[in-house]
Every structure is written in C-alpha cells, then in structure tokens.
C-alpha cells in the first residue's frame, strides 16, 4: 500500500510532491494548475485537494520564464482619473473584465492615458515583459496607442469599434461593441411614435466609434419617417455632463420649437434635463427626452430617464473572453462581438 508523504514543515512544497500526495503524474498536475481542460474530474479533484492540503504555491516567476507569460493583462483608457472614476459606464466596464478574468490566473491592471506623462508611463509598460495582452478603451482616431500595442506583438482588443477600421500598422479589427446604430434608431423611433416631430440630437465625439454610429442612427430614422435632421437640429457633445448642458443651450436658441431630445449618453441627457428644467421646459410634456446607456444614472434624474440599455458589464466579459483566446492562440469564432441594445421606457419620454 502506498503512503502519501508530506513535505517537511519548513520545506517548501514542489510540483512533483503535489503529484506524489495525489497520485498522479507530473504533467496533470501541470495542467491543473495552468487551468487546462484536459484533465478528468477526479484527477482535478484530487490535485486540487492536494494542493490545499499541502500548501502548494507556484512559482510565477520560474513558470514565467518557461512559458513567456506574465499571467497580468493591460487596461488602459484614454481618458482622464476623473472620468474614469466618476462615470457608470468604465465602472461597469471593468467590473465586467474582472468577471471575465475571474476563472483565470490573470490578472488585471488598469490605467489612465489621457496626459503626456500618462502616456509615457503607460507606453513604457506595455511590453511582453509586463503584460500578455491589451485592452484599450474610449478611444479617439488619432490614438497611436493600438498600432504602438501592435508593433509590440501584444494581443490587443478594443473596447468599442473604432471611427476608422483601417490604420497603418494596426490590427484594429479586434473589438467588442454594441449595436449603436440600432439603439439609437430605437431611441428615434420612440419619440416620433410618442408624437414628437422636432427631434434633435446631442452627439457623442466624431473622431469616436460610438459618436459617429448613434448620430447615423439618428439620421437614419428621422430620413425614414420624413422628419428633420437640418445641422441646427444637431448639437455635439464628449459624453460628459457639462457638454449635455452647453449642447441643450445652443439646441434651444437655434430651435426653440424642440419637442424631443435623443442624447447619446445618460450623462449629456441628465445636463440636457437641467437646462430644460432651467427654461422653463416640461419633461416630457413639452420636450421628451431620452438618453444612451442606461446607467444607474438614469434611475436617480428627475424625471427618470427612457433610455438605450448597452449591457456594459456583458461587453468588459466578451472583451475579457476574447483577449484571453487571442493569448492562448485559439482561433474564435468571429475576431469581433456586436451586443444588442434596449429601450428602457421610463418617465421622460
């Protein structure tokens, strides 16, 4: 009869001792470890069981040098620390990533990009000594971060797709977003049935995805029910509250005679609220409103907010997914995930 034998109290456990205690071999206990699939229930269990049992920690620094991994993914959002966190929607984003990287040894490191000395920072980072992949979030056409990432041999995923698919030196097909266009023609939609017939917009930034696709949604459902989408009828925002209510300020002197409001994102449709509240304007009696997200945000305004619903945290999961697929050079079922949206009907529309 076999004995399983412990490791001395002051001696650290090592592989082959956890393999002996579990009566397996070697490489099973290996791949237990590294999470592979390929093991049978029981060998896990009893892997596992040892490993508890008898304490046993890898060694992340001699696994690193035989594997070339570092075991850690980059997140960096070109935005600034004050957006990042003080907006539901990259909250939402990175509690999502860290769900989709929760049955994995990966872990997540997060960084802000927006200043010069930020990006030097970060630039500097990201190499294969430090990370296994990237994520790159909010960005803006001109960013030189995804052909930089690219050059650097790192699997890169981006969050939202980006305003020009094409880019000298990058691979940007990569990516996870959601149907904008489609959410925004819905939100359209809703306030031409609700009897809404001066409709204006406020957009999110032309030089980003996101911005781009819910202003040709819009324009593409005011064409298909004969309404109005004149340059007077369209105000431009950043997302930001700030700009919702300069946006609905400049809307209101062109076009005094708005009777709904589609905003491109819960933020810039709570400034635009402000502003009608400040005018004088009922929601939604005189003007009916609706936003982009569906934040918590959208719940808290007064009156609440109809609004798009991206399932934000669904998209940091299916950035997480694919970035791990493109580490361990499986080949996914399409480079790229388009999420549905929702319209959430509350008060203001």
Known sequence: MTTKK?????????LDEVAEYAGVGRGTVSRVINGSSQVS???????????????????????????????????????????????????????????????????????????????????????????????LLSLHDDDPLPALVERRGLPLVLGGRPARLTRPGASVEWFVDVDNIGGARRAVEHLYRSGRQVIATITGPQDMGGGLERLSGYQQACEEHDLSCDADLIAY?????????????????????????????????????????????????????????????ARQTDPSLTTVRQPIDEMGRAMARLLVTRISDEEPAQPHAVLDTDLVIRESA
């Open 6 to 14: 412990s490791p001395s109290a002051d001696a650290r456990p090592t």
């Open 41 to 135: 229930p029981k060998a896990r269990e009893a892997v596992e069981r040892a490993v508890a049992e008898l304490g046993y920690v890898p060694n992340l620094a001699a696994r690193s040098l035989v594997t070339r991994r570092t075991n850690a993914v980059a997140l960096v959002v070109s935005e600034s620390q004050e957006r990042v966190f003080g907006e539901p929607f990259f909250a939402g984003i990175v509690r999502g990533i860290s769900s989709g990287l929760i049955d994995t040894q990966i872990q997540l490191w997060l960084a802000m990009a927006q200043s010069r000395a930020e990006r030097q920072r970060v630039e500097s980072h990201l190499t294969t000594q430090h990370v296994d992949g990237v994520m």
């Open 237 to 297: 925002g950043d997302f930001s509250y700030d700009s919702g209510m300069a946006a609905m300020r400049q809307l209101l002197e062109r076009r005094p005679d708005i009777d709904g409001v589609f905003a491109a994102a819960d933020l810039m449709a709570a400034g635009a609220l402000r502003v009608l509240r400040e005018h004088g304007r009922r929601v939604p009696e005189d003007v009916a409103v609706v936003g982009f997200d569906d934040s918590s945000l």
